[in-house]
């Protein structure tokens, strides 16, 4: 039967706007761009909201190595409908409300099978500027220059290309402006906690960096029911907001005096917490989260790039 919502534009190009990259550190341009069509295994979407990652900014000022490559469209945090799907896609349909993410999943491997990590053995923990399975890309600029892909998403234009891997459908009841952090920061704070800590019930957490990680890693501990969620963090601000999100206790570092961190968290906790999250990067707190922890237990270094 004929499908009658089917797009006006599936199988040509589209032609949009998108912030543009075209050297590292430099503004991004707004730009008309073209957006091909998908091909087999492929999504086309229609990018709704999407939201800037800490991620975005780091490759955004490489200028040197395999991964600088300009010009490229960023962002890896978004929500979008499904406008036009290539061959061989059934896990989504047009007008789908999908989230585009950079982890793949496969859906067959024995690693996409397993609840005990997000790996995927089809596609590999590969990082490139292209289409994962025909190394290309879907976006020119007017004068045919190719346009680069960021973490396979690239959500910082009005219409993207995704690979189905790539590709989670979700309930159209989420409010998009917070749906689009599930991409990435909510989910890898949240399952950070929940997921690989495992934080059982009455335990103690301490959360050093109370950013969009952190207060996802605070959400993750009070939904496993967390006795005391301590957040550490320069700006005063944050405890009202962590409050929101399950925070018990804040330490300001600067208002400590001659105590370290570490000292301040064995004093709330009777001894040191029973997990500790860096969610911030910095070598110095990752050697203050192993000094808070009890002695039987070990921090968790929340990945940032």
Known sequence: ????????????????????????????????????????????????????CHSDVTYWKNSSGPLAIFPRIFGHEA?????????????????????????????????????????????????????PRDKTCRFKGMNGEVLHHFLFVSSFTEYTVVDVAHVVKISSEIPIDKACLLSCGVSTGIGAAWKVADIEEG??????????????????????????????????EKFEIGKKFGVT???????????????EIKEITDGGADYCFECIGLASLMEEAFKSNRESSFPWLVWLK
């Open 1 to 52: 039967m004929e499908n009658h919502n089917r797009s006006l534009a599936a199988g040509k190009a589209i032609r949009c706007k998108a912030a543009v990259s075209r050297n590292p550190g430099e503004p991004l341009v707004i730009e008309e761009i073209e957006v091909d069509p998908p091909k087999d295994w492929e999504v086309r979407i229609k990018i709704l909201c999407t939201s800037l």
């Open 79 to 131: 929500i979008g409908v499904v406008e036009s799907i290539g061959k061989h896609v059934e896990e989504v349909e047009e007008g789908d409300l999908v989230l585009p993410v950079f982890r793949p999943n496969c859906r067959e491997c024995r690693d996409c099978k397993s609840p005990k990590g997000n790996g995927c053995l089809a596609f590999g923990n590969v990082v490139n500027a292209y289409m």
């Open 203 to 236: 335990s103690t957490v301490a959360i050093f960096g109370l950013g969009a990680i952190g207060l996802a890693v605070a959400e993750g501990a009070r939904l496993r029911r967390a006795s005391k969620i301590i957040g550490v963090d320069l700006n005063p």
């Open 249 to 263: 206790d804040f330490i300001n570092p600067s208002t400590c005096g001659e105590k370290n961190v570490s000292e």
